[in-house]
């Protein structure tokens, strides 16, 4: 069995200690530096990044300055962030995971990252992407069984959370590239709502999906970096040194399991952990209720496709034009798919979209289901960094653009971490997270966080 390298590191832990003093921001510098240079070429989460160290004590200093004394400090003061290598950060390059020349890529800073830094945040670095945050993977490894992909595109910011490089880091989700990665390497992922962070800033695949997501240790470090990222936040509120909310913010959530040829798309063993998950909700008082959903589900997936790639060949018209032989095959390949959609195919599946949105909304309603379930990923993640993995199981979601968790739940027979994906209605973020607290407390947390 592979060396594990996997111990997540509690956000609200962290940033209460940080916002205190504990450490100095100095110390922490040198020792998230040290951390990265020791454990990262192991995993490959970080694009490489000379003067790393001399550029993260700089900016320490700055914001020290800023803020001397703790009462204060913003709620993330020194916290380090990964931010997905598709995401504009004033001072680093933006590469996409890609061999094109970076100033081709270059851009403003992104709303998110503007927001993180309001919020004190330090930029740890670049976090490797699947390239154009599609499906041609980087060199991340799987940071509890290094021989397997972390999964993607997201891959370097699950990673880094789950090696506890940092307890926080921003990725994207087009399908499946937040909560699949999430699942793969057994930490929270959370996508909100499509819209809810500003995407401003972050190199496009297809606009009609895009999202921004971020990974942490737990639930309680989800929500906080929600409240701070996404627009018109209505639900739980940093106080202090404490974080209030809890199960208690959302009611004791009814949870519904979408019966039909949507979950047969799971593994065999993910499904039989899944209906082992469930039968623990249902122990600890939960209600589960079984309800046919996406009858025509390979229709759905049909659609997803259609606008995916239209919208990829759009985003990449003058770049792939230009420098199209400096592409990855498997990218390259899904843009010249995409260069023969008729635009009125994308018109007719996102008008498809509207219809299943009101046909998911009314049976939601009639079957009283606040929340809905299903496995994160097919099963655990694949040997071997060839693939990324399958993300058919975000792939209705993602179509909708309903807000999704990733919570840890279980494992496989071979140690790999399994994901429980926890899906809410739209815009409804806040309730979400805390109904979610009923969960993670009944599945006994997530994995252990320094």
Same mark, same amino acid.
């Given at each position: 069995?592979?060396?594990?390298? /996997? ?14 003093? /504990? ?7 040198? +020792? ?52 997905? &290598? ?72 699950? /990673? ?8 926080? /880091? ?55 970096? $929600? ?13 202090? &040194? ?7 913010? =959302? ?47 390979? =229709? ?39 260069? =023969?959609?008729?635009?009125?195919? +994308? ?81 409804? &973020? ?6 979610? $607290? ?13």
């Amino acid at each position: 069995m592979e060396q594990p390298l /996997a111990r997540p590191r509690s956000l609200t832990r962290e940033a209460v200690g940080l916002r205190s003093g /504990a450490p100095d921001l100095s110390e922490h510098v040198d +020792r998230f530096c040290a951390l990265v240079e020791r454990v990262d070429p192991l995993i490959h989460a970080f694009v490489p990044e000379p003067g790393r160290h001399d550029r993260l004590r700089a900016q320490a200093r700055a914001l020290a300055a800023r803020h001397p004394e703790p009462a204060g400090r913003p709620p993330l003061y020194g916290v380090t962030v990964g931010v997905k &290598d598709i995401v504009h950060v004033d001072g680093l390059r933006t590469h996409g995971g890609s061999a094109l020349p970076p100033g081709v890529l270059a851009g403003p800073q992104a709303v998110v990252v503007d927001r993180l830094r309001a919020a004190g945040a330090l930029v740890a670095g670049k976090t490797v992407t699947a390239e154009f945050a599609a499906s041609a993977p980087g060199p991340t490894r799987n940071p509890h069984h290094p021989g397997h992909t972390p999964g993607g595109s997201s891959s370097g910011s699950a /990673a880094a959370v789950a090696a506890g490089l940092v307890p926080l /880091a921003v990725g994207t989700q087009t399908v499946g590239s937040v909560i699949r990665p999430a699942a793969y390497c057994g930490v929270v992922g959370f996508r909100p709502t499509y819209g809810r962070i500003p995407t401003a800033g972050v190199i496009p695949n297809a606009p009609s999906f895009d999202t921004l997501g971020v990974f942490t240790a737990d639930l309680a470090g989800a929500a906080l970096a $929600a409240a701070l990222l996404c627009d018109d936040w209505r639900g739980d509120e940093w106080q202090g &040194d404490d974080w209030r909310g809890g199960p208690a913010a =959302g009611g004791r959530p009814v949870l519904g399991v979408p019966d039909g040829a949507y979950l047969d798309r799971a593994e065999p063993a993910a499904l039989r952990a899944f209906e082992e998950t469930l039968e623990r909700l249902a122990q600890a008082g939960l209600t589960v209720r079984r309800v046919p959903l996406f009858p025509d589900f390979a =229709g759905i997936a049909r659609q997803l496709q259609t606008v995916n790639r239209f919208e990829l060949a759009r985003s990449h018209a003058d770049w792939f034009a230009r420098f199209g032989g400096l592409y990855r095959p498997e990218t390259a390949a899904s843009i010249r798919v995409g260069q =023969g959609v008729a635009a009125e195919d +994308r018109a007719a599946a996102l008008q498809a979209r509207d219809r299943l949105r009101e046909r998911v909304a009314r049976a939601t309603a009639e079957a009283g289901v606040d929340l809905w379930l299903a496995p994160s990923a097919t099963g655990g993640a694949p040997e071997g960094l060839h693939t990324t993995g399958d993300p058919v199981m975000s792939l209705p979601w993602s179509y909708l653009g309903l807000p999704a968790l990733s919570l840890p739940a279980g494992r496989t027979a071979e140690g790999l971490p399994l994901g429980l994906q926890v899906v809410g209605a739209p815009g409804g &973020d806040e309730r979400l997270l805390a109904q979610a $607290a009923f969960l993670e407390e009944a599945l006994g947390g997530s994995l252990e966080a320094a």
